[in-house]
């Protein structure tokens, strides 16, 4: 079992930056894939980016490519996502993931966190 604690959420205006991060219950994490989904009011779960870092591999959703990234910290041992550029639509509850392969969807994800709220106000 893997638990998954994130935080790094708030309130920012557009144009600004925040870094979330998620920690992994487990030290090494390399073997999985690490995700972030995010969820605004009404919508479902939508994919925004993933990292696997035994195999060197990322995806970015289109809406968020260039703006964001996904990374690993190795001396705090936790998945980052680095939001530059924020928008409005931006907004939402986002979550970290964790699963045995790279995926857009959220089936094959074994592991969620709790979530942490981002609003981007314009």
């Known amino acids: 079992q893997v638990q998954l604690a994130e935080s790094g959420g708030g309130l920012v205006q557009a144009g600004g930056s925040l870094r979330l991060s998620c920690a992994p219950s487990i030290r090494t994490f390399s073997r999985y894939a690490m995700a972030w989904f995010r969820q605004a009011p009404g919508k479902e779960r939508e994919f925004v980016a993933v990292g696997r870092w035994s195999g060197g591999l990322t995806d970015y959703a289109d809406s968020v490519k260039g703006r964001f990234t996904i990374f690993k910290d190795n001396a705090k041992s936790t998945v980052n996502l680095q939001m530059n550029n924020l928008k409005p639509e931006d907004t939402g509850v986002y979550y970290c993931?964790?699963?045995?392969?790279?995926?857009?969807?959220?089936?094959?994800?074994?592991?969620w966190g709790q979530g942490t709220q981002v609003t981007v106000s314009s």
């Open positions: 993931a964790a699963g045995p392969i790279i995926s857009r969807l959220t089936v094959p994800y074994d592991y």
